[in-house]
């Protein structure tokens, strides 16, 4: 006999004996290389000043000198998205979230699990917006082209030469192809024109990158070389904080690459599932990279008093999240709301390079 | 010396500007006043800005009109002043003008089709504003404006 709607009743016919309520983490992803800054404006600025490389000519003695001059100083200024989650904690909320996943029946201070509820999904609500920073950095690796949906995407303008498609002759799932000749090009963009003096790069790519890299013949050629070791590829070990693996490091050129997978999804508000990497592309980052994660000031009301009366005046908060509750006590209802400006930005935008290494 | 600023790429949600600093004087340099005038033949408004050459208004003691290709042999000094529009002929305008020291050649206003090492009489140029006492550099610019 099929088991009935009546039998979900438990007091008749069965005993609840766990409970689970899924609280997906949001792993740090490419976070380590943004780090954090608030700032209290709508806008924040970066200011760049570029160097021509220039190399000094001798002079005679006692005649005149080079004259130098720098006169060139660009300001890049950045409105940061807005991000505002809201959620609505109702009279019956509390019944049917709370109490019917068995957190109140038997517990005297059943008042305040119904509060750390509600900060349940505060929490959940911060972590839809920790998201969108992942999906921001990413886009700063894959394009440079921070996506908005509701604003004008925004673009650092990375140079054409350090996004490339490594096309089908050099894609790693081609028998010809040469992998390392590619990453040696990634680390000579990094260092001739990103001017990076760091020789350790770190590769970070999709599960489909790395296995097409690993079968590459050409690459399992010198990586099976027992007389010279340039390759150096291990058993993966996750990061539980990044949500990286690593996998080992291989040298091209003059330069040691790190290599990195990279697998974290998130869910699209269409509900389709995306991944913050694209499967066919690597992203090389070099340890000097630097690049930062600018929350800007976040809209907020708060109490001043105005010649003797209180009263609540708009105002500017700088944090990273802002939590607001605002409640109707007739409809017994409340809305909590969480807000944040965060903008990825790299710094130095010349010290990223993209190829795309499947087809 | 001057800051022009240039904006791109603007949008909702970002912008960027470009600044570029102009300094022409550059080292020892000594300034006379003056009146600089618009003798404009045909007559015509004439914008006088800074790093122009400067002769002598021979119609009027004491005043200065903006060097032409024809008498380059003539110039006495380099404009330093705001940009100012002489709206038509004999308006003229209190300037501050160079008359030695060193400067940074590639900032110099001059007339059109005129360059340093244009001829003048037996001399170019340069050899002109080296007697007056300045030494002309080109400086070289160490910044650029990128991506």
Same mark, same amino acid.
């Given at each position: 006999?099929?088991?009935?709607?009546?039998?979900?009743?438990?007091?008749?016919?069965?005993?609840?004996?766990?409970?689970?309520?899924?609280?997906?983490?949001?792993?740090?992803?490419?976070?380590?290389?943004?780090?954090? !800054?608030?700032?209290?404006?709508?806008?924040?600025?970066?200011?760049?000043?570029?160097?021509?490389?220039?190399?000094?000519?001798?002079?005679?003695?006692?005649?005149?000198?080079?004259?130098?001059?720098?006169?060139?100083?660009?300001?890049?200024?950045?409105?940061?998205?807005?991000?505002?989650?809201?959620?609505?904690?109702?009279?019956?909320?509390?019944?049917?979230?709370?109490?019917?996943?068995?957190?109140?029946? !038997?517990?005297?201070?059943?008042?305040?699990?119904?509060?750390?509820?509600?900060?349940?999904?505060?929490?959940?609500?911060?972590?839809?917006? !920790?998201?969108?920073?992942?999906?921001?950095?990413?886009?700063?690796?894959?394009?440079?082209?921070?996506?908005?949906?509701?604003?004008?995407?925004?673009?650092?303008?990375?140079?054409?030469?350090?996004?490339?498609?490594?096309?089908?002759?050099?894609?790693?799932?081609?028998?010809?192809?040469?992998?390392?000749?590619?990453?040696?090009?990634?680390?000579?963009?990094?260092?001739?024109?990103?001017?990076?003096?760091?020789?350790?790069?770190?590769?970070?790519?999709?599960?489909?990158?790395?296995?097409?890299?690993?079968?590459?013949?050409?690459?399992?050629?010198?990586?099976?070389?027992?007389?010279?070791?340039?390759?150096?590829?291990?058993?993966? !070990?996750?990061?539980?904080?990044?949500?990286?693996?690593?996998?080992?490091?291989?040298?091209?050129?003059?330069?040691?690459?790190?290599?990195?997978?990279?697998?974290?999804?998130?869910?699209?508000?269409?509900?389709?599932?995306?991944?913050?990497?694209?499967?066919?592309?690597?992203?090389?980052?070099?340890?000097?990279?630097?690049?930062?994660?600018?929350?800007?000031?976040?809209?907020?009301?708060?109490?001043?008093?105005?010649?003797?009366?209180?009263?609540?005046?708009?105002?500017?908060?700088?944090?990273?999240?802002?939590?607001?509750?605002?409640?109707?006590?007739?409809?017994?209802?409340?809305?909590?709301?969480?807000?944040?400006?965060?903008?990825?930005?790299?710094?130095?935008?010349?010290?990223?390079?993209?190829?795309?290494?499947?087809? | 010396?001057?800051?022009?600023?240039?904006?791109?790429?603007?949008?909702?949600?970002?912008?960027?500007?470009?600044?570029?600093?102009?300094?022409?004087?550059?080292?020892?340099?000594?300034?006379?006043?003056?009146?600089?005038?618009?003798?404009?033949?045909?007559?015509?408004?004439?914008?006088?800005?800074?790093?122009?050459?400067?002769?002598?208004?021979?119609?009027?003691?004491?005043?200065?009109?903006?060097?032409?290709?024809?008498?380059?042999?003539?110039?006495?000094?380099?404009?330093?002043?705001?940009?100012?529009?002489?709206?038509?002929?004999?308006?003229?305008?209190?300037?501050?003008?160079?008359?030695?020291?060193?400067?940074?050649?590639?900032?110099?206003?001059?007339?059109?089709?005129?360059?340093?090492?244009?001829?003048?009489?037996?001399?170019?140029?340069?050899?002109?504003?080296?007697?007056?006492?300045?030494?002309?550099?080109?400086?070289?610019?160490?910044?650029?404006?990128?991506?």
């Amino acid at each position: 006999m099929a088991i009935t709607i009546q039998n979900h009743t438990k007091t008749i016919a069965s005993k609840v004996v766990g409970t689970f309520v899924e609280d997906k983490p949001v792993l740090a992803g490419f976070s380590g290389f943004f780090p954090r !800054e608030t700032a209290m404006t709508l806008q924040v600025d970066l200011e760049v000043q570029r160097d021509n490389d220039s190399i000094a000519v001798d002079v005679k003695r006692f005649t005149e000198g080079n004259k130098n001059k720098f006169s060139i100083v660009t300001e890049k200024k950045f409105q940061p998205p807005y991000f505002r989650e809201e959620y609505d904690f109702q009279n019956d909320e509390v019944y049917m979230s709370t109490i019917a996943l068995g957190v109140g029946l !038997e517990n005297s201070n059943v008042n305040a699990i119904i509060a750390q509820n509600a900060l349940k999904k505060i929490r959940k609500m911060r972590s839809k917006i !920790e998201r969108s920073i992942r999906k921001q950095q990413a886009d700063v690796m894959q394009t440079g082209i921070v996506e908005l949906i509701n604003g004008d995407s925004i673009d650092y303008k990375r140079k054409a030469a350090s996004m490339v498609d490594l096309g089908a002759s050099q894609y790693f799932t081609n028998a010809s192809a040469d992998p390392l000749a590619s990453l040696k090009n990634a680390g000579t963009f990094l260092r001739d024109v990103g001017a990076s003096s760091s020789m350790t790069l770190n590769m970070v790519m999709r599960g489909e990158g790395l296995a097409a890299l690993l079968t590459n013949p050409k690459f399992e050629e010198k990586a099976n070389n027992r007389r010279i070791n340039r390759a150096d590829v291990q058993s993966p !070990e996750f990061n539980a904080v990044t949500g990286f693996a690593f996998h080992g490091q291989v040298s091209a050129g003059d330069f040691n690459i790190n290599l990195w997978t990279y697998n974290q999804k998130y869910t699209k508000a269409d509900g389709t599932t995306a991944y913050y990497l694209d499967a066919n592309k690597a992203v090389f980052i070099p340890d000097d990279f630097m690049a930062k994660t600018v929350f800007g000031g976040l809209p907020n009301m708060v109490d001043r008093q105005i010649g003797g009366e209180n009263a609540a005046m708009p105002s500017i908060t700088e944090a990273e999240f802002l939590l607001r509750a605002y409640s109707d006590s007739k409809t017994m209802s409340s809305t909590l709301e969480i807000t944040s400006a965060p903008l990825a930005m790299p710094i130095t935008i010349d010290r990223i390079y993209t190829a795309q290494v499947l087809a | 010396m001057s800051i022009t600023a240039t904006q791109r790429d603007a949008t909702n949600n970002q912008s960027t500007v470009d600044y570029i600093r102009k300094n022409l004087f550059l080292y020892g340099v000594r300034f006379a006043k003056g009146v600089l005038a618009n003798k404009t033949d045909p007559e015509a408004s004439q914008t006088a800005t800074i790093g122009q050459l400067v002769v002598r208004d021979t119609d009027t003691a004491g005043q200065l009109t903006l060097a032409t290709a024809s008498n380059l042999a003539d110039v006495l000094g380099i404009t330093f002043m705001d940009t100012t529009i002489l709206a038509d002929n004999d308006a003229t305008v209190a300037i501050d003008y160079a008359i030695r020291g060193d400067i940074d050649g590639g900032l110099l206003q001059l007339p059109t089709g005129v360059t340093l090492d244009t001829t003048v009489g037996n001399k170019a140029l340069r050899d002109v504003l080296n007697d007056l006492g300045f030494v002309i550099f080109a400086v070289q610019e160490q910044t650029k404006i990128d991506n």
